[in-house]
């Protein structure tokens, strides 16, 4: 649901009979509490990091699935999507899609002779780095450029991540 600028978000969990109430301010800070549905309290025991058991344990990891969900859906989203704009800006190029067994996966080709020069997608995070339990998506951009190319690309790319970096540190 949409308030303004932020969202909130309900979601019933399925291992109790909890909900997640979760807050995405339109800065892009998430917050979010587990409330017990019978009394209507907050599960003081999602933020204890010492309890371990069993059920606070389902409690969390589940909760955990839930924030995940909304981090692959929304902000993995968001930076393909400002990839995206970047590229059609600078270049006046829009992506097609041409896989059909993933769909979301964008390419982007020379006007000229069609040939591609970059491969947007969702990879999750486990397949980048070998724990196959981190199931979080990431934004890969993958570009095909000539090597001596690379350096200034490079510097390029650097230059704007210190730049969102300094961006997001004004906005805290």
């Known amino acids: 649901m949409k308030n303004g600028d932020d969202y909130y978000l309900e979601v019933p969990l399925k291992s109790a009979n909890f909900l997640a109430k979760i807050r995405i301010l339109s800065a892009g800070k998430v917050s979010g509490n587990v409330y017990d549905l019978d ?4 599960y003081l025991l999602l933020r204890v990091e010492s309890n371990t058991g069993s059920f606070s344990a389902v409690v969390k990891a589940e909760y955990r699935t839930i924030l ?3 981090a692959g859906k929304c902000f993995v989203k968001a930076q393909a999507d400002r990839i995206k704009d ?3 800006a600078r270049y006046g190029d829009e992506p097609d899609f041409p896989f059909k067994k993933f769909p979301d996966y964008a390419v982007f080709r020379n006007p000229q002779n069609r040939k591609w020069y970059g491969l947007l997608m969702a990879v999750l995070l486990g397949k980048l780095t070998g ?3 981190d199931q979080q ?3 890969v951009l993958n570009l095909k450029l000539a090597e001596g190319k690379l350096p200034a690309l490079l510097k390029e790319a650097l230059a704007m991540l210190d730049e969102s ?3 997001t540190e004004r906005k805290k």
């Open 165 to 167: 970096r300094a961006f």
């Open 131 to 133: 724990d196959e339990k």
């Open 39 to 42: 009394t209507g309290e907050e």
């Open 137 to 139: 998506e990431a934004a």
């Open 68 to 70: 995940q969900d909304i």
């Open 86 to 88: 970047e590229i059609k």
